[in-house]
């Protein structure tokens, strides 16, 4: 009955007032065209900039209050800041808190016309984030070397979905396993990325890096591929392609000894942006990711729709099985919530999680979430 419920209201949702949470899909643009990173992310360019601040938002300043995200002609900076009020729903009690999330310093220079410098500090994680990248390959294809996050999959800003870190333990019945990818806040890998812009609309990606969890000399780097097509088409904007990675994650043995099994991922994903609306999915497997001779699955759609100018409404489903083999082991659930951007560089986000396990628990989830950025 609860999951008949969900499809009906969902359906609601999707052919009246769903939401874009994929800016680029909407307006038929590549990440690097809002953003200094060539696969998107963090530090946004001048043009990404005046795009949360005029076109984004509800309201935005006066134009004769003259504000601009360069400290200098050649210096970029910026920053990224989430709370949020959670509250689960537990069997016959629940409980809620304040929640800091994640609090990022972004700042990046120009060198030249060719290369760039990026530097990250997220004071909530302790994280650093810094890189070089250098287009001096042809048709505007680029290197990169320092840390980072790969590019692997579509990288949605909630790591809360499967397909990217997963609820680190917040309201599962898996609070002392793992419910989600590799992907989640903490992950950076130090090593080099290469970008080839096959043509105008085709991107394809490779890494080779050492990851959170690998030991120096103990492991072999980690080794991620990804490659995406974004054709133009009139009136219709899509985007799909697939992601590899291969990566060794620590483990312990019943004796307690540590040991590193080899991961090897692979996915698919998809979006189509119409209008006001757009759709995203990715699915993805992990074999040997939670146990020996295991293949896991993650699977993550999501549907949007702009309202109006401001507010967006947001549809997703995420699903998480981690054994194949193994039944009544599987994570599911329904995201449904708007976007409101009231104001330049402030995001309120109310969501209603709606979580789906076998055998059932009760532990739904209402969060609000407050995004500053500049």
Wanted: net charge negative; proline share 4%.
């Amino acid at each position: 009955m609860k999951l008949i419920f969900l499809l009906l209201f969902s359906f609601f949702f999707l052919t009246e007032i769903a939401a874009l949470p994929r800016f680029a899909l909407k307006k038929g643009a590549a990440c690097f065209d809002c953003h200094t990173n060539p696969t998107g992310g963090n530090l946004r360019n001048t043009g990404g900039w005046i795009y949360g601040k005029n076109s984004l938002p509800l309201v935005s300043p006066r134009k004769e209050f003259e504000m601009s995200n360069l400290l200098a002609e050649n210096i970029l900076l910026g920053f990224d800041f989430r709370t949020q009020y959670l509250a689960v729903f537990l069997e016959g009690t629940s409980k809620s808190d304040f929640q800091k999330m994640t609090g990022s310093v972004y700042t990046g220079l120009a060198v030249s016309e060719e290369i760039d410098l990026f530097a990250r500090y997220d004071f909530i994680w302790g994280i650093w984030e810094a890189y070089g990248t250098a287009r001096i390959l042809p048709n505007e294809s680029y290197i990169k070397a320092g840390s980072f996050v790969p590019n692997y999959g579509i990288r949605l800003d909630d790591h809360t979905a499967y397909t990217r870190g997963g609820d680190l333990g917040a309201a599962t019945s898996l609070q002392n396993n793992k419910q989600g990818l590799l992907y989640d806040p903490r992950y950076v890998e130090s090593g080099a990325e290469i970008g080839i812009n096959i043509s105008d609309f085709a991107l394809l990606t490779a890494s080779v890096g050492s990851g959170r969890t690998q030991q120096l000399f103990v492991t072999e780097p980690t080794y991620t591929t990804s490659i995406q097509f974004h054709p133009e088409m009139e009136n219709i904007n899509l985007m799909f392609g697939g992601s590899g990675a291969v990566f060794r994650t620590q483990r312990f043995s019943p004796e307690f000894t540590i040991f590193y099994p080899q991961v090897k991922m692979y996915g698919g994903f998809a979006g189509i942006g119409l209008g006001n609306f757009s759709l995203l999915g990715e699915f993805d497997i992990a074999e040997d990711y939670i146990s020996p001779d295991t293949s896991t699955t993650a699977l993550m759609i999501e549907a949007s729709y702009t309202i109006f100018k401001g507010i967006d409404a947001v549809v997703r489903y995420d699903r998480f099985d981690p054994s194949t083999k193994r039944g009544s082991d599987d994570l599911s659930r329904f995201v449904i919530g708007f976007e409101f951007h009231p104001y330049s560089f402030i995001e309120i986000r109310p969501q209603y999680r709606l979580q789906i396990e076998d055998p059932e628990i009760k532990n739904d989830i209402f969060l609000v979430q407050f995004h500053l950025w500049y």
